[in-house]
């Protein structure tokens, strides 16, 4: 009792007392409580103002103490949670600082950017298409983002939904500060980019996938469509609960109708592709403990001029080439991830299809 704290906000200091009150004249009981005190004269800096800060503060730590989940579709318009325990962070990542440092800061912006949204009359929601073959670390940064931001995660398969009826139950049934992720909506969703649809009657764009009857185990076609998925992702419903990102995944970029892939719906590209050297020496540094360009100079040498002619090795490939030779000197794993780059070239010379130069995100 009699304990003080003291905190400055806007430049003015406060203090907090913890005080003892008994409830009765009569009882040993007593409740304990804080007061409040600073200058008569900075009274409209601190209220309402820093009440809410120590509000949205104390709200912000008790989240990020709890269980993150992730959730999957069950029945129409439901979720069904379990905890989320992919380990993933920004710091074990094996991507671009560039494209980190870019990442961070826009998700840094929209977090702190409920005001801005409000006062521009925008949904508090934005959007990021992660894009590039397969094995370049789509679904790890999106766990690294989840575990960065402590969103929860809602994890869509767009073939497990009936039609656009479901399709907005569900996003209802979003809470604010999630993740809604739909992954490889080039092949989930049955939609061609409509640029590349022959001339002929107008198609209603309607998916191809089936779905079950549980009553007679007869498959029903979907009635889900472009237009269902385009109010998903930025129609009125979309900003039914706030602070929240939704984040597609592809293979093919250009397989995508133009208006999935415009701000508002994916406002963020990010191309997540082929092996970089500093990509390969994050996950030697990950992988190899001790293995570095100081403690291997001459193999880190190699291993740049190796990397820098070669653009059709996935961190996926590296890693597991990595992970089989945990149990030897570093040195003889990084030899074997520099002959896996000699072979992967001397493998698409033969095919005469080496894959193009990487570039960064949008």
Request: aromatic content about 8%.
């Amino acid at each position: 009792v009699g304990e003080l704290v003291r905190d400055t906000f806007r430049g003015v200091e406060v203090r907090w007392r913890r005080q003892r009150h008994k409830k009765e004249e009569n009882d040993g009981d007593s409740e304990e409580y804080f007061t409040l005190e600073f200058p008569q004269a900075d009274r409209p800096a601190v209220v309402p103002d820093y009440l809410e800060h120590v509000t949205r503060t104390a709200l912000e730590i008790q989240r990020r103490n709890t269980q993150l989940d992730i959730y999957r579709k069950t029945s129409h318009g439901y979720w069904d949670s379990t905890p989320f325990h992919h380990p993933s962070t920004f710091e074990s990542l094996a991507l671009d600082p560039r494209l980190r440092a870019r990442l961070l800061e826009d998700l840094g912006a929209f977090v702190r950017g409920q005001k801005l949204y409000h006062r521009l009359g925008r949904a508090w929601k934005r959007g990021y298409l992660l894009h590039g073959p397969p094995g370049t670390g789509k679904t790890s940064l999106i766990a690294a983002i989840a575990n960065h931001l402590h969103y929860n995660v809602y994890d869509l398969e767009l073939t497990d939904v009936t039609d656009n009826a479901e399709l907005k139950l569900l996003l209802m049934n979003t809470t604010r500060k999630s993740i809604v992720v739909i992954e490889d909506i080039d092949c989930s969703f049955g939609l061609a980019n409509r640029g590349n649809v022959p001339e002929g009657p107008p198609a209603d764009h309607t998916t191809t996938t089936t779905t079950t009857n549980s009553s007679d185990e007869t498959p029903a076609p979907s009635k889900l469509t472009l237009s269902g998925l385009l109010n998903f992702s930025d129609g009125l419903w979309s900003g039914c609960t706030e602070e929240r990102i939704f984040i597609f995944t592809t293979n093919f970029k250009e397989r995508l109708d133009p208006a999935l892939l415009r701000p508002g719906r994916m406002d963020m590209h990010i191309l997540l592709s082929y092996c970089s050297f500093v990509v390969v020496k994050k996950l030697a540094e990950n992988y190899l403990d001790g293995a570095s360009p100081e403690t291997h100079p001459e193999l880190f040498k190699e291993l740049e001029d190796v990397v820098r002619g070669i653009h059709s090795v996935t961190p996926a490939m590296v890693a597991e080439v990595f992970l089989g030779h945990q149990n030897d000197f570093p040195d003889v794993a990084l030899a074997a991830v520099i002959d896996a780059f000699k072979k992967s070239v001397n493998a698409n010379k033969k095919a005469n299809n080496v894959a193009p130069l990487i570039t960064l995100s949008n």
